[in-house]
């Protein structure tokens, strides 16, 4: 392993997961970042693995598709999601990270690595002739992406994101909220629940249906990625759309009556302390003015102050089915690998996980071994092989789903979850005595 180097351009949680894989096997790690210079519209700070849209990395449970994955990226030796289970903050059956907390960990664990030197720099050229993991996220700087996709013979996909809003504790009026879960699972104080009557969503529906957007001028038309989608958007798809969705009250009950809610909105710590609190599901690109005046009208929030406003901004990926193979490699330079939402994974999790393939392949590479590959009967093996092999005319991002995984028909539905969760284990044993 002497005087084996990688490239690695990006510290978001693909180039991270991937920069301390390979330096943890004594690989010697370039690691290039340019917020320190030049942030993205959805980053504000200067530390690595900044989480920007919400706290949130989704279901713990073996038996669901991104419980299944993580439990895979456990196996598989993920630094991340050991340090994500070290910041945690209660959200009943999901993992939620304090977001500071989280970054600022990562962020000591690269500079403390003997084996990562950081260039805080602007990348615009890639050497094709150096192992390199181009892991700089969907909002990768604009000279690079084209010199990207000269290199990868690739045209450029993109789609528009959106970030929720965050609001204080103490600003919220709790004779109208209260805390607990869906069905009371979990701990009782892990979702602050602000209720709605029907004459009160009817109100705040109809306002924000007809609120000011930010204007998009770079498009015409603008694609929304459906995991992320702006509440507005989605409320513009039927008058109930937001009861099936983000205000769903299944579940819930008015403590005051003893009855289900019309509607609700549902809060989520952002740290310990509690003081701050996400707007779960509330992605909006509504302008900062209207946000206050529309989500004032939820009775909670009457008062709310706002410490984050939403957001909405563009996210550029890949066409991959096009130039990478099924090792997230690209197909005309081999020792270039393409990782996170770049590539076309979707979500944090995925993004983790994708850093963490990468640098297994990019250390086999390495050290002149076969690449390997996952089988769709994991999950992480599903969302490679989605990215590698979906026709590229249909190719959108993706995130862990059943619906990719390799399985049986089967009428028991959580029979079948077994049956994938053990057969996802075998395979990554498998996987690991390759590796080995």
């Known amino acids: 392993?002497?005087?084996?180097?990688?490239?690695?351009?990006?510290?978001?949680?693909?180039?991270?997961?991937?920069?301390?894989?390979?330096?943890?096997?004594?690989?010697?790690?370039?690691?290039?970042?340019?917020?320190k210079i030049k942030k993205t519209p959805a980053e504000k700070s200067d530390n690595f693995a900044e989480l920007v849209c919400s706290n949130s990395l989704k279901s713990v449970d073996p038996l669901s598709a991104?419980?299944?994955?993580?439990?895979?990226?456990?196996?598989?030796?993920?630094?991340?999601?050991?340090?994500?289970?070290?910041?945690?903050?209660?959200s009943g059956g999901a993992l939620s990270v304090n977001r500071e907390q989280f970054s600022e960990t990562i962020t000591n664990l690269i500079y403390n690595n003997?084996?990562?030197?950081?260039f805080d720099e602007v990348v615009s050229n890639i050497d094709i002739n150096k192992p390199t993991i181009i892991a700089c996220g969907p909002l990768i700087d604009n000279e690079l992406f084209e010199n990207l996709k000269k290199i990868i013979g690739d045209e450029s996909c993109y789609f528009y994101d959106a970030i929720a809003p965050i609001v204080t504790l103490e600003s919220i009026d709790m004779s109208r909220a209260y805390w607990g879960n869906r069905y009371n699972k979990g701990d009782t104080k892990d979702y602050l629940n602000c209720l709605l009557n029907k004459d009160e969503y009817l109100l705040f529906y109809?306002?924000?249906?007809?609120?000011?957007?930010?204007?998009?001028?770079?498009?015409?038309?603008?694609k929304v990625f459906e995991g992320c989608m702006p509440v507005e958007i989605m409320a513009k798809r039927g008058l109930d759309a937001l009861r099936y969705g983000?205000?769903?009250?299944?579940?819930?009950?008015?403590?005051r009556?003893?009855?289900?809610?019309?509607?609700?909105?549902?809060?989520?710590?952002?740290?310990?302390?509690?003081d701050n609190l996400n707007m779960v599901g509330f992605q909006t690109n509504l302008t900062f003015s209207e946000q206050k005046r529309v989500f004032s009208l939820i009775p909670a929030l009457k008062n709310a102050e706002f410490v984050r406003y939403g957001t909405m901004h563009r996210n550029s990926y890949i066409n991959a089915p096009k130039c990478l193979n099924e090792f997230s490699a690209s197909k005309k330079h081999p020792n270039i690998f393409i990782a996170?939402?770049?590539?076309?994974?979707?979500?944090?999790?995925?993004?983790?996980?994708?850093?963490?393939?990468?640098?297994i392949n990019m250390y086999q590479l390495l050290n002149d071994k076969n690449l390997i590959s996952l089988p769709s009967t994991t999950v992480l093996g599903a969302i490679q092989n989605y990215i590698a092999f979906c026709p590229e005319k249909n190719f959108q991002p993706m995130n862990a789903n059943y619906g990719i995984v390799q399985a049986e028909n089967m009428r028991d539905k959580e029979e079948k979850k077994k049956i994938i969760l053990e057969k996802s284990m075998k395979e990554i044993e498998i996987f690991l005595s390759k590796i080995n």
């Open 257 to 274: 009556i003893d009855e289900k809610p019309y509607a609700v909105v549902q809060l989520r710590k952002e740290n310990l302390l509690g």
């Open 114 to 118: 003997p084996n990562i030197e950081i």
């Open 340 to 359: 996170g939402q770049l590539s076309g994974v979707e979500g944090y999790v995925e993004s983790m996980a994708s850093g963490l393939y990468c640098a």
């Open 206 to 222: 109809n306002e924000l249906i007809n609120a000011k957007s930010v204007a998009l001028h770079e498009f015409e038309k603008v």
């Open 1 to 35: 392993m002497k005087n084996k180097e990688v490239i690695v351009i990006g510290a978001g949680l693909s180039g991270c997961e991937a920069s301390l894989y390979l330096a943890n096997k004594g690989v010697k790690v370039k690691l290039y970042e340019m917020k």
């Open 246 to 255: 983000p205000m769903k009250p299944v579940g819930i009950k008015d403590p």
């Open 66 to 90: 991104s419980g299944l994955l993580k439990l895979e990226m456990e196996k598989l030796g993920s630094t991340l999601l050991q340090v994500a289970k070290k910041c945690s903050v209660p």
